[in-house]
């Protein structure tokens, strides 16, 4: 008997209380994956830690499926060392793993056929699981509804076409989550459709041109970190604060669709262009992160959803910035799909984001973005102060006396 065999504990994130979710099986297991993501993974890896003898769900991972069956034995080691080493960092090293392989099928495919292609790749992450001494004690297909178990004997295999999926709302899962007030899981397509743009558009690319040809000159300029620098980053944050004034003013739509329309009618080319670039800035991009208050939050992720879908074509990588900034306020707001799935595809659009990745580890770790919250505000605090002190000058009003500056304090208040 397996680990999935026996009874399984999640308790609900968004519950209060200690309420459980007992799962038995992996048809169960299956079911459960959306709502332990968010919403329903595609062409994804999924790995999830158990901990304790009653398997309580831990840390868990999602990554792409990696096309190049060459590289399925690099990522898999890889996806291995992440999941167990991060759930150790937090004080609790797996005791197993439960892994999902999600695909559906290509034109012509039946979905057994998607199984039997992806087996070499489950084989792959229970070795290297296997090679960390922490056993994979389910392997699941999921594909077209079905599900198959890559971990059953020989001699319980089960039909060629796989499992059927249970009836949406009729499992336990469903049933809790439905108790606790979470809605049900949204597909992994349409969240990435608000976040990426559906065609290119010759007018926000030329935008992007006339954008990149004035100011990255000045961002690589022989004075990093200088006046100039810091122009472009109050110009930056001045265009995005305005826009950021209108998305508030226009409220949210019910549709979507419409919704996404009406917000990329909101931004100008030029505008949105030199935003885009302005937050290639580390700074300027920290700084824009602080709008993640509940007055700001709901108009920002529009903003940021709105300025991905601009980066088309050649300038594609330059929306790891704004999916960045989306992930980030959706994870601040307590939607945790939304993060996961803006993260990934800011990661796909540049692996080595920092900001991006330490953000997509920390959803997937289940970490309070108070704490980062507090971070922006401490760092919001400072500037003040210290744009305060430069237009006062060191020794502050109570040095000079009452309406009494220094020349020098002229200077700095010109050139600000």
Same mark, same amino acid.
Request: neutral net charge; charged residues 30%; glycine residues 8%.
């Given at each position: 008997?397996?680990?999935?065999?026996?009874?399984?504990?999640?308790?609900?994130?968004?519950?209060?209380?200690?309420?459980?979710?007992?799962?038995?099986?992996?048809?169960?297991?299956?079911?459960?994956?959306?709502?332990?993501?968010?919403?329903?993974?595609?062409?994804?890896?999924?790995?999830?830690?158990?901990?304790?003898?009653?398997?309580?769900?831990?840390?868990?991972?999602?990554?792409?499926?990696?096309?190049?069956?060459?590289?399925?034995?690099?990522?898999?080691?890889?996806?291995?060392?992440?999941?167990?080493?991060?759930?150790?960092?937090?004080?609790?090293?797996?005791?197993?793993?439960?892994?999902?392989?999600?695909?559906?099928?290509?034109?012509?495919?039946?979905?057994?056929?998607?199984?039997?292609?992806?087996?070499?790749?489950?084989?792959?992450?229970?070795?290297?699981?296997?090679?960390?001494?922490?056993?994979?004690?389910?392997?699941?297909?999921?594909?077209?509804?079905?599900?198959?178990?890559?971990?059953?004997?020989?001699?319980?295999?089960?039909?060629?076409?796989?499992?059927?999926?249970?009836?949406?709302?009729?499992?336990?899962?469903?049933?809790?989550?439905?108790?606790?007030?979470?809605?049900?899981?949204?597909? =992994?397509? *349409?969240?990435?459709? /608000? &976040?990426?743009? %559906?065609?290119?558009? $010759?007018?926000?690319?030329?935008?992007? +041109?006339? !954008?990149?040809?004035?100011?990255?000159?000045?961002?690589?300029?022989?004075?990093?970190?200088?006046?100039?620098?810091?122009?472009?980053?109050?110009?930056?944050?001045?265009?995005?604060?305005?826009?950021?004034?209108?998305?508030?003013?226009?409220?949210?739509?019910?549709?979507?669709?419409?919704?996404?329309?009406?917000?990329?009618?909101?931004?100008?080319?030029?505008?949105?262009?030199?935003?885009?670039?302005?937050?290639?800035?580390?700074?300027?991009?920290?700084?824009?992160?602080?709008?993640?208050?509940?007055? =700001?939050? *709901?108009?920002?992720? /529009? &903003?940021?959803? %709105?300025?991905?879908? $601009?980066?088309?074509?050649?300038?594609? +990588?330059? !929306?790891?910035?704004?999916?960045?900034?989306?992930?980030?306020?959706?994870?601040?707001?307590?939607?945790?799909?939304?993060?996961?799935?803006?993260?990934?595809?800011?990661?796909?659009?540049?692996?080595?984001?920092?900001?991006?990745?330490?953000?997509?580890?920390?959803?997937?770790?289940?970490?309070?973005?108070?704490?980062?919250?507090?971070?922006?505000?401490?760092?919001?605090?400072?500037?003040?102060?210290?744009?305060?002190?430069?237009?006062?000058?060191?020794?502050?009003?109570?040095?000079?006396?009452?309406?009494?500056?220094?020349?020098?304090? /002229?200077?700095?208040?010109?050139?600000?």
């Amino acid at each position: 008997m397996t680990q999935s065999d026996e009874t399984q504990h999640t308790q609900s994130p968004k519950a209060d209380g200690d309420i459980k979710v007992t799962l038995r099986g992996p048809a169960e297991l299956a079911d459960a994956l959306p709502y332990l993501m968010g919403f329903h993974p595609t062409e994804s890896v999924v790995m999830v830690a158990l901990h304790g003898e009653r398997g309580r769900f831990g840390g868990r991972l999602r990554l792409g499926l990696p096309q190049d069956p060459e590289e399925w034995p690099e990522v898999a080691g890889q996806l291995a060392d992440a999941l167990v080493r991060n759930s150790t960092r937090r004080g609790a090293r797996p005791d197993a793993i439960v892994l999902f392989l999600c695909q559906d099928p290509r034109a012509g495919e039946r979905p057994s056929a998607v199984m039997d292609r992806l087996r070499p790749l489950a084989q792959c992450l229970r070795v290297a699981c296997g090679e960390l001494d922490v056993p994979v004690v389910e392997a699941l297909c999921v594909s077209a509804g079905r599900w198959w178990s890559y971990c059953r004997p020989e001699a319980a295999t089960g039909p060629l076409e796989g499992e059927e999926l249970p009836p949406p709302g009729s499992t336990a899962m469903a049933a809790t989550a439905a108790y606790v007030g979470l809605p049900p899981p949204g597909s =992994q397509r *349409d969240l990435e459709v /608000r &976040l990426k743009p %559906a065609e290119r558009h $010759r007018g926000h690319e030329l935008a992007l +041109d006339i !954008a990149s040809a004035e100011l990255v000159p000045l961002m690589l300029g022989d004075d990093p970190g200088g006046d100039q620098e810091e122009q472009l980053r109050k110009r930056t944050l001045s265009l995005a604060r305005a826009a950021l004034e209108r998305f508030r003013a226009a409220p949210p739509m019910s549709d979507p669709e419409c919704g996404d329309r009406r917000d990329d009618r909101l931004l100008g080319d030029d505008e949105a262009a030199t935003i885009i670039l302005g937050l290639q800035d580390r700074e300027a991009r920290d700084r824009a992160a602080e709008w993640m208050e509940p007055a =700001q939050a *709901d108009a920002a992720l /529009r &903003l940021w959803r %709105a300025l991905a879908r $601009r980066c088309a074509g050649p300038y594609g +990588d330059h !929306a790891a910035a704004p999916l960045a900034l989306a992930g980030w306020v959706a994870w601040s707001s307590g939607d945790d799909a939304e993060a996961r799935v803006a993260l990934a595809m800011a990661l796909d659009r540049e692996p080595h984001y920092t900001f991006a990745r330490l953000l997509h580890h920390s959803v997937n770790e289940g970490l309070d973005p108070e704490l980062l919250r507090r971070c922006l505000r401490q760092e919001r605090r400072k500037r003040v102060v210290a744009a305060t002190t430069a237009r006062r000058g060191p020794a502050g009003r109570a040095g000079r006396g009452p309406g009494r500056r220094s020349p020098g304090d /002229r200077r700095v208040r010109t050139r600000r």
